[in-house]
């Protein structure tokens, strides 16, 4: 783990100097000088990144909070479960019991939308100004972060949905070429197929959230950006016969997969990876993390490429942290989202978490070979919102998709209920 000595050493003169700014009794202010927060106190900083390399990305940027703001102490309210599958639901029973941490993780685009619209977090443009971000964020994420002219959210990061990641090793056996990428998916069935031969898992997956990962990436694909686009403002029709296409592929696809898929999260589907005994995962980049926290070396021990029919598409999700309405601290809450918002911050997360920095002045030569690509990609490539993580739809259209796709992949597989159940999750 790569900040793993500098965050132990950073909370423990934390600690010190908070014994010390206990004792100080200043009343203060929210200072943004990184030495005067007066205030001090706890900030409970709510997120899912509770482990393995999530928590590395999650522990970098405590490192720097601690350093910009040492009157303040980090308290780790991270819930355990993937794309926030048991977080998501635990933090909607807080804030309805009016118990909000002093800040939460939401993605950008219709996810935020919801916490917006239900009165649930404060407009913190003020802060932008306050900071001297207006102009670091590319304007597509701003527009994503705000409702009404008001911004609701501070970006720390910006992941790719769309990526397979392989194990060479794996890809030889099969008889394949380990540097080949597949233009469609037609060609990448080809190749799942000589991996079946061998006996090893050809795609691995895990739980729901990451079949609904795949599922996005499946649509992208068979549908074309500006289909898939109209999936979410209702200019393409669900039922229509290129959808039954889609999730045919999606159907096919899942056949390749590990059938314990349902009791795993996604480290585990992207240990079968790394450990050799499954060729493919599609899985967001927060998995080249998990590959190099394990010391693994792109191009040797593992590859990557844009899920088949998908290259020039950056499925789009972003992370970013709230000042919920009601929250205990606020001072703490402003100290913590001037870190997320920091330059420092941003590249010390980001390295750490496999994602590429919201702000656009951040150095492309501090980030890995696999980042700089997704760098490229983000500038160049059509921007299509995730699914599976909160850009595309609301989290009560997720969650109905994500019932929908469980009941399919877990037994029901009638391909015509999957596509009317889908129609009917879509159609508010
Ligand atoms: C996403 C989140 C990422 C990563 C991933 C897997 O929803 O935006 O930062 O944590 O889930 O847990």
Redesign the pocket.
């Known amino acids: 783990m790569r900040n793993g000595l500098r965050v132990a050493g950073a909370l423990v003169g934390t600690a010190a100097l908070l014994a010390l700014a206990a004792c100080s009794g200043d009343s203060g202010s929210d200072s943004t000088d990184g030495s005067g927060d007066a205030a001090g106190g706890d900030v409970e900083v709510f997120t899912?990144?509770a482990a393995g390399s999530?928590k590395a990305g999650l522990d970098a940027l405590v490192s720097v909070f601690g350093e910009q703001h040492p009157d303040y102490t980090f308290v780790n309210g991270a819930v355990a479960g993937?794309?926030?599958s048991a977080a998501k639901d635990l933090l909607q029973t807080r804030l309805q019991a009016n118990d909000p941490p002093d800040t939460f993780?939401a993605?950008a685009g219709a996810e935020l939308t919801d916490y917006i619209d239900a009165a649930q977090i404060e407009d913190i443009s003020d802060l932008y100004d306050e900071f001297g971000v207006t102009d670091v964020f590319p304007q597509d994420l701003i527009d994503l972060l705000t409702v009404d002219g008001q911004i609701y959210s501070m970006p720390s990061?910006i992941?790719r949905s769309n990526m397979v990641w392989a194990n060479p090793a794996v890809l030889i056996e099969a008889g394949l070429d380990p540097a080949a990428t597949y233009a469609t998916l037609d060609d990448w069935f080809t190749a799942l197929d000589a991996v079946q031969a061998t006996g090893k898992t050809p795609l691995s997956v895990a739980q729901t959230w990451t079949q609904v990962n795949l599922l996005e990436t499946v649509l992208m694909a068979a549908l074309g950006a500006d289909a898939y686009n109209g999936l979410w403002d209702g200019s393409t029709d669900w039922e229509s016969p290129e959808v039954t296409a889609a999730l045919e592929d999606f159907q096919k696809l899942m056949s390749y997969t590990n059938t314990d898929r349902d009791g795993l999260d996604?480290p585990e589907a992207t240990q079968l990876v790394m450990d050799g005994e499954a060729a493919f995962n599609v899985m967001?980049d927060?998995a080249v993390a998990a590959f190099e926290e394990a010391d693994k070396t792109a191009g040797t021990d593992f590859t990557y490429f844009p899920v088949p029919g998908t290259d020039g598409m950056f499925g789009f999700?972003?992370?970013s942290f709230t000042l919920p309405v009601g929250a205990k601290n606020p001072d703490g809450t402003k100290a913590w989202i001037e870190t997320v918002a920091s330059l420092e911050g941003q590249t010390a997360f980001n390295q750490a978490?496999g994602?590429i920095p919201a702000r656009t002045d951040a150095d492309p030569a501090d980030f890995s070979e696999y980042q700089q690509t997704a760098i490229t990609s983000f500038a160049d490539d059509t921007i299509v919102p995730s699914l599976?993580?909160?850009a595309a739809a609301s989290v009560a259209v997720l969650n109905a998709i994500s019932d929908a796709t469980s009941k399919f992949t877990s037994g029901a597989s009638d391909l015509a209920q999957y596509q009317a159940d889908l129609a009917a999750a879509t159609a508010e």
Do not use: F, R, Y
């Open positions: 899912w990144w999530e993937g794309a926030g993780q993605h990061n992941h996604w967001g927060w999700l972003a992370d978490k994602s599976a993580h909160g």
